[in-house]
């Protein structure tokens, strides 16, 4: 990222443009590495996809090189939130309080260019919307991780807070507010089919560790899932799988496209409003333009008079 900084204002485009761009390309970045590592998993643990490969062919997956792959996929997302902490912790010990140090040791247009710090809050929201997607994709594998990940947010926020407010000062360049609204869901709603994807693979089609995990001895971890309804009582039995069926699917289908359909009904409705008040305070003001020009017109006459 900060490499895509010093290239962007080289290209010759606005200002808000290179914010885009700076944040596409981080985006990209980092949402491709863990995308990497993800593939790069799934290749040692399912031979590349090759059920008949000689290593996978006994188990359903690789179990000579990840006996437990349950368990290393979990502490791969691990080594990635530690990595993200000490990264953060890092940067803000080891380059930005120097760095303010610095400027105030060395007086002059030096200390000045070394103290000149921003704090961009893009930045920190795509932080966060990685960070998140780390949790989404190994929170199945590793349950303490969104605790852990609370415990880095907590330390790291409070840590940023006095950065910011000490050696830290406002971006020059600014996102709208519009483009936020926009960019930002779509960046989180990227990350969460990132992870959505893996984890709901690993639930129907990689066969569980034989050695270890509460779910060895399935043929895979969602057959756990009709076993255990089967162990309710009947009345729970009968309200789960009433809500597998179409007498449950239809209706709600139908609710929720009335529901979705009366949404854009209101959101047009307020559009056409707040298009109809713009234009009254556009005549509103042209009809003040236009009365204090009469009233210059008449101040002259009468002056003349």
């Known amino acids: 990222p900060p490499v895509f ?25 980092r949402l491709t590495s863990l995308l990497v590592l993800l593939i790069s998993l799934w290749n040692q643990i399912t031979c590349g996809g090759d059920a008949d490969a000689e290593e996978c062919k006994t188990c359903g997956y690789n179990y000579e090189e990840l006996p437990c792959w349950e368990t290393r996929l979990g502490q791969e997302m691990y080594k990635l939130l530690l990595f993200d902490l000490l990264t953060g912790l890092a940067v803000t010990l080891l ?26 809050v893009p930045d920190e929201v795509l932080g966060l919307i990685y960070a998140q997607t780390v949790v989404w994709v190994g929170s199945f594998f590793c349950p303490l991780l969104p605790l852990l990940n609370t415990a880095k947010f907590l330390l790291l926020f409070y840590l ?7 050696t830290c000062s406002p971006a ?62 009947q009345t729970a039995q009968k309200f789960l ?9 239809v209706p709600l289908l139908l609710i929720s496209s009335i529901l979705m359909a009366y949404t854009v009904a209101l959101a047009n409705s307020y559009g056409r409003l707040i298009s109809e008040l713009k234009r009254q305070i556009e005549t509103e003001a042209q009809n003040k333009v236009f009365l204090a020009q009469r009233a210059v017109a ?5 002056r003349a008079l």
Do not use: H
């Open 298 to 302: 008449l101040s002259s006459a009468n």
């Open 241 to 249: 799988f009433f809500l597998g069926t179409q007498a449950f699917a």
């Open 160 to 166: 940023k807070k006095i950065t910011l407010f000490s």
């Open 172 to 233: 020059s360049r600014t996102f709208r507010a519009s483009t936020v609204n926009f960019f930002f869901p779509l960046v989180l709603l990227l990350g969460l089919a990132i992870s959505t994807v893996p984890v709901l693979y690993s639930i129907f089609l990689i066969p569980p560790s034989k050695l270890c995990g509460p779910f060895r001895g399935q043929s895979s971890i969602w057959a756990e899932i009709p076993e255990s309804i089967c162990k309710l009582p």
């Open 95 to 120: 380059i930005k309080f120097p760095r303010k140090l610095l400027c105030g040791l060395c007086p002059g247009a030096l200390g000045r260019f070394a103290g000149t710090l921003e704090f961009q």
């Open 5 to 29: 900084k010093l290239i962007a204002p080289l290209e010759g485009y606005t200002r808000s443009r290179q914010i885009v761009f700076i944040l596409l390309r981080t985006v990209f970045l």
